[in-house]
């Protein structure tokens, strides 16, 4: 906290400017040296692993099982499978000098890991005893980028990766909704981010997959973001590595496979969604400072609210509580709100020397800034409630802004205007063809984001096809 | 379960074969396409998580926060510590193109992250305020190895690099010094393995340390292995990299760092200190597995015993112990004790119809093979003391084996005696030169493992100088 005060920039003003700086300031992530690389810090990472706690916990929970796999793939490997080279190899990182010699195949850092696991697999799946395979690896990787934004696009990222394999078309596709459910929970009951789920159109699917499933949010200023996807890939990359088994009537046969990854970009979107202009709100399930302590004192009575602060410090901790009491004496109170406010910390607790004669303490709520005068032997308890409440609060807050957000156009004209000045997402039939989807995407840079899985029928609104509910937004 | 059945080679007779045929059996680990790279097995991963757990627990404890920083490293700066780039350019693997473009400065891949995390400590550091700086990292790193073996040594590995920052000399020989006990208590404690602590000779420190402290364990066929090691850096980096900050009297110094690492090395240390010619022996703390239950069952039989399985199975689980329950049709008993002796299971309980008859189970110990009568309604509290009792003799087992095989040397023709043909550690004074450390290298193979904390005084059994205590052996 010795860093200059600085002002953060509005995010109703420039939202792009607002992020930037928010990232910065907040101390979440910056800048590497080599283009579109970023050290993500302490307080933007232990934001990562409470999200990594959960959603593993969810992957063990339905069965699965980490690994590790390398992050060098061979050319050749990539090559293997069409379209999965088509989408990823122009974005790759090329390693070609190992040590001192030259090498002879260039080899890929991994931008997913697909080519490399598909290989390991090849080996290990022999019978239909051996299935399904159910393998999640947590790591890095990396994709060539040309713009890149902290968290929202950056050129190495973390992420999981699940990649599963399974003996019929029926069991890939169960287990690819499954997690694309499992991430949806997370987002709503961790992220407090009301992901839209669905698929993806032919055209926006993942390279090699026969079915992208998506989760969507729509963030602060009106854009979506995709936040996590998850593929049922059929029998595409089974064909490509040459992956077989023996099924139950001896028949050699290929399986049926799914790959779903979750990233650090989820990051990007929980600043955008919960984010305003005094900076980052953060839910309180991933708060990694739930509640600060500041104390309020002067002069003579600084002794005494330091020696209370602290021992509420500890009897909250003791309550599993994440607590900070900032009992720094270089700067005032408000000071340190804005910089706590900043940092999206859920509850302020104010305690000065009439508060502690009143036997009271004044706690004031991030989410809403509403200020409750709360008796100090319950403290603790009031803590722990409000936890709840604001996270409940945080997800209907975002909620409340998806749904007004969301409009249906009856038109082309006004599909247009609504994606011109209100943004948000936007309910409209589609016929199916990629022709209407790119008019619409060169016209209005409006992207079909998903299909819901409920559809109703109506008329497309270029073509007057017949067509069915597709949600369109200007996307990150 | 479906591959053939291979017969484990004896350690006695080949450590060296035993121990690969032991990482592909037990699937722990597997080749990857590009030499010395691996992918580590849902097996073998499930241990990695446990230390993880436990050792980033101890790093929270101590006070260190998690960050994350790029995989990419621009050569200027792996070039600017002397030493450090030395020791690391010419195993690393370069990046040399982006995309489809040729890159105007070639990248390495991490083969460690000091050089890119002082670029970020520059930037953040201005203060004493901001000090001390307690980040580790858990990440991958490579590093292009010719000679390579699953875990022990791999062209890419996982691990975890701390990276810290202090006002004083002292408090970073402190920190150092705090993180190698860290890592000696989770070897004893969770491991297993009775390591010796101590400082390495000047020629074997870290490339760029001003003090290297190292973990050496003695592996099963006598050999020592450096397990992990912490570093003083001193003022190294902060002077090559130009970190700098304002003390307290307003003058701007450099601080002083520290760096240390565990990696999935230690892995390959749990197979080969504790594996015997059945395969593997795992801790309990450490064990995926900790309790199999094989039925014992005979045509009528089977119902009842199935039942029973299941209903211990499921009482275990309760009891929050880490259970399997073998209940696969198709292998005979005898096939099964085999293969969970193979995968290093602590306990396995055999059930049969006479031991539900009689209201007891029969518990076989992996690390004594002793079996032993229980009755049934105590079989949960009883695992859960035996647990304890395995992980306290594994680490008493090993002990008794590095005491008998830890030997000091009178004269120079008994250390290479003892070193042709016991192996293990020796004991003996050495003259701090590098020109003794040379000659005993190349005429025993023996390095120095490392220099005691506490050294006696004697005379060097080459030079006849006076010298100070110095561990030796022969090293992975
Ligand atoms: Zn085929
Ligand atoms: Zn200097």
Redesign the interface.
């Known amino acids: 906290?010795?860093?200059a005060v600085e002002r953060l920039t509005k995010k109703s003003e420039d939202s792009s400017k607002w992020y930037l700086q928010l990232v910065r300031m907040a101390k979440l992530a910056?800048y590497?040296?080599?283009r579109g690389?970023?050290?993500?810090?302490?307080y933007g990472?232990?934001i990562?692993?409470r999200i990594q706690q959960d959603l593993d916990a969810r992957f063990k929970a339905t069965g699965h099982?980490?690994?590790?796999?390398?992050?060098?793939?061979?050319e050749s490997?990539l090559m293997k499978e069409a379209e999965h080279v088509e989408g990823f190899a122009?974005?790759?990182?090329?390693?070609?000098?190992?040590?001192?010699d030259e090498l002879e195949e260039?080899?890929a850092?991994r931008p997913t890991s697909e080519s490399?696991i598909c290989?390991?697999y090849r080996?290990?799946i022999?019978?239909y005893?051996?299935l399904p395979v159910l393998?999640n690896q947590w790591?890095?990787v990396?994709r060539?980028e040309?713009v890149t934004r902290p968290f929202l696009r950056t050129a190495?990222f973390?992420w999981q990766e699940g990649h599963t394999v399974h003996a019929t078309a029926e069991e890939a596709r169960e287990e690819a909704l499954r997690m694309l459910n499992v991430y949806r929970d997370c987002f709503y009951e961790v992220l407090a981010i009301p992901v839209l789920t669905g698929m993806k159109s032919p055209s926006e699917r993942f390279a090699g997959a026969v079915e992208t499933f998506t989760c969507e949010g729509l963030m602060g200023d009106g854009r979506a973001l995709q936040a996590a996807t998850s593929h049922d890939l059929g029998q595409n990359f089974a064909r490509a590595f040459d992956i077989t088994f023996l099924d139950e009537n001896q028949e050699r046969v290929h399986p049926y496979q799914t790959s779903w990854g979750f990233s650090t970009r989820t990051i990007g979107a929980l600043i955008l969604v919960h984010g305003d202009d005094r900076g980052l709100r953060l839910p309180p399930k991933l708060a990694p400072t739930q509640v600060v302590i500041v104390p309020i004192w002067r002069g003579k009575s600084k002794g005494e609210v330091r020696r209370e602060a602290e021992a509420l410090h500890r009897e909250l901790v003791e309550a599993g509580l994440r607590v900070e009491a900032d009992l720094d004496e270089e700067h005032s109170p408000g000071w340190k709100f804005n910089e706590h406010e900043l940092r999206g910390v859920p509850v302020r607790v104010e305690l000065g020397p009439k508060d502690i004669e009143k036997g009271q303490a004044v706690f004031v709520r991030r989410d809403t800034g509403e200020k409750e005068f709360v008796e100090r032997r319950v403290a603790a308890r009031r803590l722990i409630e409000l936890m709840d409440e604001i996270q409940s609060n945080m997800l209907r807050q975002a909620e409340a802004f998806r749904d007004e957000n969301t409009r249906r156009a009856e038109t082309y004209e006004e599909f247009r205007e609504i994606i011109e000045e209100k943004r948000g997402f936007v309910v409209a039939p589609w016929d199916g063809t990629e022709e209407t989807e790119q008019k619409i995407k060169e016209e209005t840079k409006a992207t079909i984001r998903l299909l819901p899985f409920e559809r109703e029928e109506g008329k497309d609104l270029i073509s007057g096809r017949p067509g069915k509910t597709a949600i369109f937004a200007r996307a990150y």
Chains 1, 2 share one sequence.
């Open positions: 906290m010795t860093e910056d590497g040296p080599v690389t970023f050290a993500i810090r302490p990472f232990a990562w692993e099982q980490n690994a590790y796999f390398p992050l060098l793939i061979p490997y122009p974005e790759c990182a090329w390693v070609t000098v190992g040590g001192d260039r080899l850092i490399i290989d390991f080996k290990w022999h019978s005893r051996d393998i790591c890095n990396l060539w040309m190495e973390l």
